[in-house]
């Protein structure tokens, strides 16, 4: 496989497509942070859970077991794969020498305003969650 980070007698890389592959390998560490964040989460709720009977903090709680559930379980491992999947092309297109690609530069543009979108979503969980944990274990 080419070297995305290198050039060789062949071409010479835009430095548009370097960038791209740095992004891509970014939200590859991301996806692998929020998948041990929700690990974290799941101990969290398997902990405390069932300390509390109150019936408002386990409809809470049932929340956000679905959430991640639903996040680890599916979510996080489908925007892996679309990163990995990018990333595949990316080498492809080096491998071919077709690097004015337009297709992928709009595919990135795309994968990554989603997984922007998301990080978004995913860090407002985290602060409810916490927010949930912080007040919930002493209040119910």
């Not at 690609?101 to 989603?114: I, K, P, S």
């Amino acid at each position: 496989m080419i070297s995305v980070l290198g050039t060789t007698g062949k071409y010479i890389l835009q430095p548009s497509l370097v960038e791209m592959h740095r992004e891509s390998l970014e939200w590859q560490s991301a996806t692998a942070l929020w998948k041990r964040e929700l690990s974290f989460f799941q101990k969290l709720l398997d902990q405390h859970a069932p300390k509390n009977s109150n019936l408002e903090f386990k409809k809470q709680v049932d929340h956000y077991q679905h959430l991640i559930t639903y996040y680890d379980g599916e979510l996080v491992d489908i925007f892996r794969k679309k990163v990995r999947d990018h990333e595949h092309k990316l080498a492809a297109m080096l491998q071919e020498l077709k690097e004015s690609d337009t297709e992928y530069f709009t595919e990135h543009g795309g994968l990554m305003e989603e997984l922007k979108a998301f990080q978004k979503t995913f860090t407002e969980l985290k602060h409810e969650f916490f927010a949930f944990i912080e007040k919930g274990f002493s209040a119910y």
